[in-house]
């Protein structure tokens, strides 16, 4: 098996808020959620900040003997401990990220996905497993057509989104990584025998477009394309889509273990 990663910055001039690593014991991706108006007043860290910290803190805890909920609570909390005395956590503007997880352990592969990232494993028989969670998506989609039309910055569509932001973290809504471990409870988890595993992937919303957005392969092919042509090759095809349907970019990340698959270059 070999590890391939790719990433690219979906905004010329800002940083790419999306994190991806490995080790020995699996694969953690976090999908910062940027482009928040008065992030910066109440955390001066940022969302890349957050999202490199709470996935440092994953992969250093993946080879644990513990669930991988009890593994992305503790990173929760651990990087909430180190700014909560300088910046204000609890605020719906603070850094928050989708997570994702695989992990590697004797007969299993684990996997955890916490919002709109996913994670994708291949089996030798039988369609692909994919992890994703929906409820993010289906509920901003709701707002991004009640937006249209609205003139930026007026006060409907500051009220359109403080009322969208209201829906992340409670019931009924939407669940990211953000101050509060509970969120854990939230996230989809499964597992498949190690046997039967060929590729796995993981990937931020901005990759997963290729499938779930452009409908440009299903999940079988995607896994195809990372093992022959790398994880640059999603990302160069979703950036391909996006220009041609007019689709604003975003940060795109890919992160795998590949049978075959030739190392994927980071951008």
């Known amino acids: 098996m070999r590890v391939v990663l790719a990433t690219d910055a979906g905004h010329p001039g800002r940083t790419n808020e999306d994190f991806a690593g ?29 999202a490199s910290r709470l996935g440092g803190a994953l992969l250093g805890m993946l080879s644990a003997d513990r669930s991988l909920r009890a593994v992305l609570a503790e990173g929760i909390t651990r990087v909430t401990d180190i ?11 603070s850094p928050h990220a989708a997570v994702a997880m695989l992990r590697l352990s004797g007969d299993l592969v684990e996997h955890l996905v916490l919002g709109d990232a996913v994670a994708v494993v291949g089996r030798a028989s039988g369609e692909p497993s994919v992890a994703h969670d ?25 009220r359109l989104l403080a009322e969208l932001r209201g829906h992340r973290n409670n019931p009924g809504g939407f669940w990211v990584a953000k101050d509060d471990p509970q969120v854990v409870d939230e996230a989809v988890t499964g597992s498949c025998p190690t046997g039967e595993v060929t590729t796995v992937a993981l990937l931020s919303n901005g ?27 999603i990302i160069r095809r ?11 970019t975003d940060d795109a990340t890919v992160v795998g273990r590949s049978a075959a698959g030739r190392p994927g270059d980071a951008r």
Request: aromatic residues 6%; glycine residues 16%; contains cysteine.
């Open 134 to 158: 929906p409820r993010e998506v289906v509920i901003a989609r709701s707002y991004e057509r009640r937006l249209v039309g609205v003139a930026e910055g007026s006060g409907e569509y500051r």
């Open 83 to 93: 700014h909560r005395g300088t910046c204000d956590v609890t605020h719906p503007s």
């Open 238 to 248: 979703v950036r391909e889509a996006e220009a041609r349907h007019g689709v604003a």
């Open 22 to 50: 490995a080790v020995r014991a699996g694969l953690v991706l976090v999908d910062g959620a940027g482009g928040i108006a008065g992030a910066g007043e109440v955390c001066h860290h940022g969302v890349a900040w957050y």
């Open 207 to 233: 990759a997963s477009r290729l499938v779930d957005t452009f409908g440009l392969t299903d999940w079988a092919g995607l896994l195809r394309l990372l093992d022959g042509d790398g994880p640059a090759e």
